[in-house]
């Protein structure tokens, strides 16, 4: 099981410096979407222990989801090397978030 969403513990420039793949998921700790999201985003990341995860509660007035452009939760932003390779937003499988793992974590 997930760890819950925290409130943001970092900005945006820190997550833009982190070296390697990473992946910034938005939403809150009630939203319905998320709960029903959140085995299928669980099975996508068995086996990518190396990918950084940060799970940030998100919602009115927090500037790190506005800067992603946030505006629907789950929102699931793969990024590597600080950059923005792939999105997906309310996943509804698996393989779409598996996917977009693969972005990240194949050599480009």
Same mark, same amino acid.
């Given at each position: %099981? ?32 998320? $709960? ?39 929102? $699931?932003?793969? %990024? ?29």
């Amino acid at each position: %099981m997930s760890e819950p969403y925290t409130p943001e513990t970092t900005d945006r420039a820190a997550i833009d410096r982190f070296d390697g793949p990473t992946v910034v998921e938005f939403g809150t700790n009630w939203c319905g979407f998320c $709960l029903r999201a959140e085995p299928l985003i669980d099975e996508a990341f068995e086996g990518h222990a190396g990918v950084r995860r940060i799970r940030v509660e998100d919602g009115s007035g927090r500037p790190l989801g506005r800067t992603f452009r946030v505006k629907l939760w789950p929102t $699931l932003v793969f %990024m590597r090397d600080g950059k923005e390779v792939a999105r997906v937003v309310r996943p509804t499988a698996a393989d779409e978030i598996s996917r977009a793992l693969g972005q990240i974590t194949t050599p480009a």
